[in-house]
T-cell receptor, first 115, second 108 residues
Framework: DTGVSQNPRHKITKRGQNVTFRCDPI?????LYWYRQTLGQGPEFLTY????????KSRLLSDRFSAERPKGSFSTLEIQRTEQGDSAMYLC?????????????FGPGTRLTVL | TQLLEQSPQFLSIQEGENLTVYCNSS?????LQWYRQEPGEGPVLLVT?????EVKKLKRLTFQFGDARKDSSLHITAAQTGDTGLYLC????????FGAGTILRVKS
């Protein structure tokens, strides 16, 4: 169990550019979640996958955001035409099955700065 | 929309003092979780409480779930500098909803 890993850890980009983040969950975890966290706030849910199926997307996830988990293992989160308001920490988490008592294990996050 | 309010937002205390952090909502949750997050890292789960009135202890940390499963508290006894960090509560309805967090600073 090597934990959830995220790459890159930091990304600085100019407004209007596209960025892509990667998340590698704990192996054998069926669920994968993406959250966004801004300074002074707790993580906000963006979307989650059960295996390769994307089951729910938050209203926070505008059409500039897309997430994939093509083989039910790693996931990518792409932001097109970045805006300064997209600057935040993007967190990925994985869990075995989901549910009220399931434990979500978080990665270290990707900090995005849009100039 | 389920909202969780945490208080206080910031707490600065001396080593050895006791403290309590509160997490309140008008919504009922299936479970409530407490996390600790350090700068530049993701949150780490401390505890999950499920039953109304449930009390769980983790060394010097005591967690309580309200009888109506709408609120929770975290009490730390004899705080240590290593307790410094951001404490987040999160309620599970059909997904995790996080509070804004309490920044705890323990001074030596």
């Amino acid at each position: 169990d090597t934990g959830v890993s995220q790459n890159p850890r930091h990304k600085i980009t100019k407004r209007g550019q596209n960025v892509t983040f990667r998340c590698d969950p704990i192996s054998e975890h069926n669920r994968l979640y993406w959250y966004r966290q801004t300074l002074g706030q707790g993580p906000e849910f963006l979307t989650y996958f059960q295996n390769e199926a994307q089951l729910e997307k938050s209203r926070l996830l505008s059409d500039r955001f897309s997430a994939e988990r093509p083989k039910g293992s790693f996931s990518t989160l792409e932001i097109q035409r970045t805006e300064q308001g997209d600057s935040a920490m993007y967190l990925c988490a994985s869990s075995r099955t989901g549910g009220a008592t399931d434990t979500q294990y978080f990665g270290p996050g990707t900090r995005l700065t849009v100039l | 929309t389920q909202l969780l309010e945490q208080s206080p937002q910031f707490l600065s205390i001396q080593e050895g003092e006791n403290l309590t952090v509160y997490c309140n909502s008008s919504s009922v949750f299936s479970s409530l979780q407490w996390y600790r997050q350090e700068p530049g890292e993701g949150p780490v789960l401390l505890v999950t409480v499920v039953t109304g009135g449930e009390v769980k202890k983790l060394k010097r940390l005591t967690f309580q779930f309200g009888d109506a499963r709408k609120d929770s508290s975290l009490h730390i006894t004899a705080a240590q500098t290593g307790d410094t960090g951001l404490y987040l509560c999160a309620g599970y309805g059909n997904k995790l909803v996080f509070g804004a967090g309490t920044i705890l600073r323990v001074k030596s």
